[in-house]
T-cell receptor
C-alpha cells in the first residue's frame, strides 16, 4: 500500500509569493494534518482536517490556509511568504479522529522542503 | 495548550549500551504518547507508542514507560546499534475530538561503534 504522498518535494520561493503544497493520505484514512518543522525543532501543528472540515488549527497566522477534498487529499496554502516560513512541511494522515484503538496514530509523508529567499 | 519537554537534546552512547530519553507533558488530558525517529532529511517514522491505560510497552530493543501521575514518559533503547543514530521525538495527544499532536524538541542520538 502507498503511504502518505506529498508534492512537491522541494521548492524555492521568493518573499511575498504564494505556495500550494499537496498531500494524499494513506488509502482509507480520512483525517489529514499539516505540520511545520523548522530545522532543529520538532514538528508544529498547523491544521487538521477530517471529512473535509477543519477540526483543529495551531498558532499560525491567517496567511496559512488549507482544505480537504472529497477524496481526502489536502492542500496547504501559504500567502505572502516570509523568510521564516522556510521549513519542512509535513502532511500526516490518520484513520479517523479520537482515541479509539489506533485510529489517532498519525503517519507522516516525506514532506515538502520550502525555502523562501 | 499542551507543553512537551524533552531531555537530553543530545546523547552519545557506545554501541551495545542503553539509551534513555525522557519527556514530560503538562496536560493531564493527554492520553496517547508516540515516539518518532527521524533520520537526516527524512520524515519522522513512528517507532513505538503508548496509551494512558498502559504503564509500559516493549517492542524488541525498544520500550516506553509512562507515569501518568508524574506526567512523564520515557523511551528506552537497549543494545544500541549504529543504525539507531537519529533524532528522536516524543509527542503527546489527548483530545477525543481532534488529533493535534504536541512534539518535544528532539534528542539527537549518536551510537559510537
Amino acid at each position: 500500500d502507498a503511504g502518505v504522498t506529498q508534492s512537491p518535494t522541494h521548492l524555492i520561493k521568493t518573499r511575498g509569493q504564494q505556495v500550494t503544497l499537496r498531500c494524499s493520505p494513506i488509502s482509507g484514512h480520512k483525517s489529514v494534518s499539516w505540520y511545520q518543522q523548522v530545522l532543529g525543532q520538532g514538528p508544529q501543528f498547523i491544521f487538521q482536517y477530517y471529512e473535509k472540515e477543519e477540526r483543529g488549527r495551531g498558532n499560525f497566522p491567517d496567511r496559512f490556509s488549507a482544505r480537504q477534498f472529497p477524496n481526502y487529499s489536502s492542500e496547504l496554502n501559504v500567502n505572502a511568504l516570509l523568510l521564516g516560513d522556510s521549513a519542512l512541511y509535513l502532511c500526516a494522515s490518520s484513520l479517523f479522529l479520537g482515541t479509539m484503538g489506533s485510529g489517532n496514530t498519525i503517519y507522516f509523508g516525506e514532506g515538502s522542503w520550502l525555502t523562501v529567499v | 495548550g499542551e507543553n512537551v519537554e524533552q531531555h537530553p537534546s543530545t546523547l552519545s552512547v557506545q554501541e551495545g549500551d542503553s539509551a534513555v530519553i525522557k519527556c514530560t507533558y503538562s496536560d493531564s488530558a493527554s492520553n496517547y504518547f508516540p515516539w518518532y525517529k527521524q533520520e537526516l532529511g527524512k520524515r519522522p517514522q513512528l517507532i513505538i507508542d503508548i496509551r494512558s491505560n498502559v504503564g509500559e510497552k516493549k517492542d524488541q530493543r525498544i520500550a516506553v514507560t509512562l507515569n501518568k501521575t508524574a506526567k512523564h514518559f520515557s523511551l528506552h533503547i537497549t543494545e544500541t546499534q549504529p543504525e539507531d543514530s537519529a533524532v528522536y521525538f516524543c509527542a503527546a495527544s489527548g483530545s477525543v475530538l481532534r488529533n493535534q499532536f504536541y512534539f518535544g524538541t528532539g534528542t539527537s542520538l549518536t551510537v559510537i561503534p
